[in-house]
């Protein structure tokens, strides 16, 4: 049963910690994605990796980090530095040596600073 | 600067009536339009998506109506349900290979009335 597993589902951060996290897929993509998701403004790329050891910044990096060490898991960083961190966070994957090719999203973690 | 824009931002439509949601957009290398259906609390699924080389394509109850002179794109709900009532996002992206990602409109959210 493939697909992109997200952990966890909710999370909570307390002001000044780092949070991770984490994206796992079993498609076999070379492609992965993160997106951060607020009310009203649609989906923004943080960050994306389309092969393992490499990735690059999307339109809202800043306070953010990731890593690729493996093709199955690209996962998030939300670090202090970022100043506005509660949202709805989704990974994606996708295939994009082969043109037109869907995403395929997780379930998404809902991060709220406390 | 926003590259795909979606109208409206919400909509209420009566049941069996037609749900029509418009995306337009602003890079001609753009070539691959899909749309994705959102339900509360879980990731975007891909509902349909059109190549620029159809002026449409219908799948079940819902249709992509492409005009690419315009720069435009547009999602019909035929025979609008309850079930149907979710956020749904247009997205565009340049496929294959060494592509950064899907680029969203902000989102319409659909409420159908029983």
């Known amino acids: 049963d493939g697909g992109i597993t997200q952990s966890p589902k909710y999370l909570f951060r307390k002001e000044g910690q780092n949070v991770t996290l984490s994206c796992e897929q079993n498609?076999?993509?070379?492609?992965m994605y993160w997106y951060r998701q607020d009310p009203g403004q649609g989906l923004r790329l943080i960050y994306y990796?389309?092969?393992?050891?490499?990735?690059q910044k999307g339109d809202i990096a800043e306070g953010y980090s990731v890593s690729r060490e493996k093709k199955e898991s690209f996962p998030l960083t939300v670090t202090s530095a970022q100043k506005n961190p509660t949202a709805f966070y989704l990974c994606?994957?996708?295939?994009?040596?082969?043109?037109?090719?869907?995403?395929?999203f997780g379930q998404g973690t809902r991060l709220t600073v406390v | 600067q926003q590259q795909v824009k979606q109208s409206p931002q919400s909509l209420i439509v009566q049941k069996g009536g037609i749900s029509i949601i418009n995306c337009a957009y602003e890079?001609?290398?753009?070539?691959?339009f899909p749309w994705y259906q959102q339900f509360p609390g879980k990731g975007p699924a891909l509902l349909i998506a059109?190549?620029?080389?159809?002026s449409e394509k219908k799948e079940g109850r819902f249709t992509i109506s492409f005009n690419k002179s315009a720069k435009q794109f547009s999602l019909h709900i035929m025979d609008s349900q309850p079930g149907d009532s979710a956020t749904y996002f247009c997205?565009?992206?340049?496929?294959?290979?060494?592509?950064?990602?899907?680029?969203f409109g902000k989102g319409t959210h659909l409420i159908i009335q029983p």
């Open positions: 890079n001609t290398a753009f070539d691959y």
């Open positions: 498609l076999n993509h070379d492609a």
């Open positions: 994606a994957s996708s295939n994009d040596r082969v043109t037109g090719t869907e995403a395929f």
């Open positions: 990796s389309q092969i393992v050891n490499d990735f």
């Open positions: 059109i190549r620029p080389d159809v």
């Open positions: 997205a565009a992206r340049v496929s294959g290979g060494g592509a950064d990602g899907l680029t």
